[in-house]
């Protein structure tokens, strides 16, 4: 079947405390992407990628990381959480960006609370 | 900046109705728009993609259309069932956005039975 799978799906840590929320698609899709989505403020885009080693800030990239070592995980690495990190976050696949005529999958979320 | 506009932001209509959900944006450079469905605690869901050179897209009961020269994409949501109540989100590629996919704030939408 295919998905994009994220892990953990909920997770609750404090302040300081290193985390990686991981990413995964089996559709051997080149673009992938990291979004936030927070009451009021709608879906904002952190980091994309494009392909293989190669990623780019979205809106709101301060606080994260990514990295694209192999095509299918694209994880999301919050070095140091801040409570301001509390929200909803996706992980998205497709074939292409704005060429493609290929939707986006996303996966089913990630609730991260930061204490 | 590029924004991405949906109003309303919640609509309610009773079993039935034809009805359309609004989404404008203010730059008119446009690769392809995307609308998405939404369910509580759920991810979102592609239902309609259109490219800048098509003016609508159809999948059953849903119909999207694009209009670059004013900004405006509508998706048009016929006989609707209690089963369509969701948030639908709008999204787009935009050329002077590089890869980024810039999204509204979505429409709740409740379909009473």
């Known amino acids: 079947e295919a998905q994009v799978t994220q892990n953990p799906r909920y997770l609750i840590t404090v302040t300081g405390k290193k985390l990686t929320v991981t990413c995964s698609q089996n559709?051997?899709?080149?673009?992938m992407s990291w979004y936030r989505q927070d009451p009021g403020l709608g879906l904002r885009q952190i980091y994309y990628?494009?392909?293989?080693?190669?990623?780019d800030k979205g809106d709101v990239p301060e606080g994260y990381k990514v990295s694209r070592k192999e095509k299918r995980n694209f994880p999301l690495i919050l070095e140091s959480p801040s409570p301001n990190q509390t929200s909803l976050y996706f992980c998205?696949?497709?074939?292409?960006?704005?060429?493609?005529?290929?939707?986006?999958?996303f996966g089913d979320g990630t609730r991260l609370s930061i204490l | 900046k590029q924004e991405v506009t949906q109003i309303p932001a919640a609509l309610s209509v009773p079993e039935g109705e034809n009805l359309v959900l609004n989404c404008s944006f203010t730059d008119s450079a446009i690769y392809n728009l995307q609308w998405f469905r939404q369910d509580p605690g759920k991810g979102l869901t592609s239902l309609l993609l259109?490219?800048?050179?098509?003016r609508e897209q159809t999948s059953g009961r849903l119909n999207a259309s694009l209009d670059k020269s004013s900004g405006r994409s509508t998706l048009y949501i016929a006989a609707s069932q209690p089963g369509d109540s969701a948030t639908y989100l709008c999204?787009?590629?935009?050329?002077?956005?590089?890869?980024?996919?810039?999204f509204g704030q979505g429409t709740e939408l409740s379909v009473k039975p």
């Open positions: 990628s494009m392909n293989v080693e190669v990623t």
């Open positions: 998205a696949s497709s074939f292409g960006a704005w060429g493609s005529n290929q939707p986006q999958h």
């Open positions: 259109i490219q800048s050179s098509q």
């Open positions: 559709m051997n899709h080149e673009y």
């Open positions: 999204a787009g590629y935009f050329y002077n956005q590089g890869g980024k996919l810039i």
